[in-house]
């Protein structure tokens, strides 16, 4: 069995600075846990690979996206890959963590799984869980932290009846609307092969151009009402629109074929709390995710707020005479609501706030999770 001073489970942001502190000291071991692999592929390194690769379950952990030198820098890119070069420090990945191993109420270590082989690695000082706000609560569970009921029901033995983990989860539920434009986008770029064709030769020549820029081009924190304290809404812009009902895709490179562009925002403190929970003893197994979207009236009224918004610039005198800048999605039978700013549709025969629930559950286009894996998530039944 393989002996270290510190076990990392995951190579994310926090994994990967992790790793490089504390594999400063020469004297100790520390070994990194990843289940993905490489990130050595083109569309992982181009900043705007992020719309190719974001339902690709081989490689898209849901990192953020930075960019330096027209290139993606991820974590690894800054933190894991100078500090590779320490004879102290050892990566492996492409392995599945099944879970930590605890005697008494301490983590001593961690068992694995490599192909079809499991391992177990012993920890003398640390066992540290950095594989995010999904995976981590999912590994202590199956290591036997968590609510005991759950824990005996999938036969696994309760080391700590803890019914904390994996509860207070908390998401920002987006709302994205998209714009038809009265001028140029990019759509213009990447909607044809010879500018698909341009766009890739100037990236890969020059490190510059449409490829070299991140999914979202400008962005802000704002105040939805000007008595506000602080910032209570996060925008976000793109000079691109795409259909966004194809589903297990997000087609960036096939855009809408006219000049278009998407503005979205979320709110920025949630108060809705949700639950994840193991569905099953097996650690390869996704988690049941409840987020329950929209449970509170705090987190209702910051959705209004928001879509108001997005919806003033609809308002200025240059946009009701330009008749060829129009939103359409929300579109198909679906208007704007007046009092609300927020899609709503007489199809359901539902009122504004009602509707706006009953799209967070049957999540729908207009409602869409920016964060780790809740696209896996069951509808809240609240």
């Known amino acids: 069995m393989d002996r270290f001073d510190f076990i990392i489970g995951g190579a994310g942001s926090a994994g990967c600075v992790l790793a490089k502190r504390l594999s400063v000291n020469p004297r100790k071991r520390v070994l990194l846990l990843e289940a993905g692999g490489s990130d050595r592929r083109f569309w992982i390194r181009t900043p705007i690979g992020y719309g190719k690769t974001f339902y690709d379950q081989a490689v898209n952990w849901k990192y953020p996206v930075t960019t330096r030198h027209g290139l993606r820098c991820s974590a690894v890119d ?29 983590a001593v270590g961690v068992e ?6 499991g391992v177990r690695a012993a920890a003398t000082d640390e066992v540290v869980l950095s594989a995010g706000a999904i995976n981590s609560p999912q590994l202590l569970q199956l290591s036997g932290v968590g609510p005991a009921e759950l824990l005996r029901r999938h036969g696994i033995a309760v080391a700590s009846d803890n019914p904390a983990v994996g509860g207070g989860l908390r998401d920002h539920l987006g709302i994205s609307y998209f714009y038809r434009a009265s001028e140029p986008t990019l759509n213009g770029v990447l909607g044809s092969w010879r500018g698909r064709i341009g766009a890739g030769l100037q990236f890969l020549l020059q490190r510059s151009g449409p490829l ?17 304290p602080r910032p209570d809404i996060q925008l976000y812009f793109s000079p691109i629109s795409y259909t966004t009902e194809t ?10 074929p ?18 994840i929970d193991i569905a099953s003893g097996d650690p390869a197994a996704p988690p049941r995710i409840v987020p329950n979207y929209l449970s509170t009236e705090q ?10 918004l997005i919806g003033r610039p609809d308002d200025t005198v240059h946009a009701r005479t330009d008749r ?7 579109g198909s039978g679906v208007r704007r609501g007046h009092r609300t700013g927020l899609p709503c549709s007489s199809r359901y025969g539902l009122s504004p706030l009602r509707h706006l629930r009953h799209a967070a559950r049957i999540r729908r286009w207009c409602c869409r999770c920016r964060t780790a894996r809740l696209w896996r998530s069951r509808p809240s039944r609240r």
């Open 324 to 330: 060829r800048r129009t939103c359409v999605r929300p």
């Open 212 to 228: 070299s820029l991140s999914v979202n081009q400008m962005g802000g924190m704002v105040r939805s009402d000007p008595s506000l």
């Open 299 to 308: 987190d209702i009224r910051a959705a209004i707020s928001g879509a108001r």
């Open 112 to 117: 694995y799984q490599v192909g079809g082989r």
């Open 78 to 106: 800054a933190f894991l890959r100078p500090a590779m070069q320490r004879a102290n420090l050892v990566v492996r990945t492409g392995v599945l963590v099944r879970r930590v191993v605890i005697e008494g109420a301490r």
């Open 258 to 275: 006219y000049p278009g562009f998407m503005l979205g925002f979320n709110a920025c403190r949630s108060s809705s709390t949700g639950r």
């Open 247 to 256: 589903t297990g895709k997000r087609p960036l490179l096939r855009p809408d």
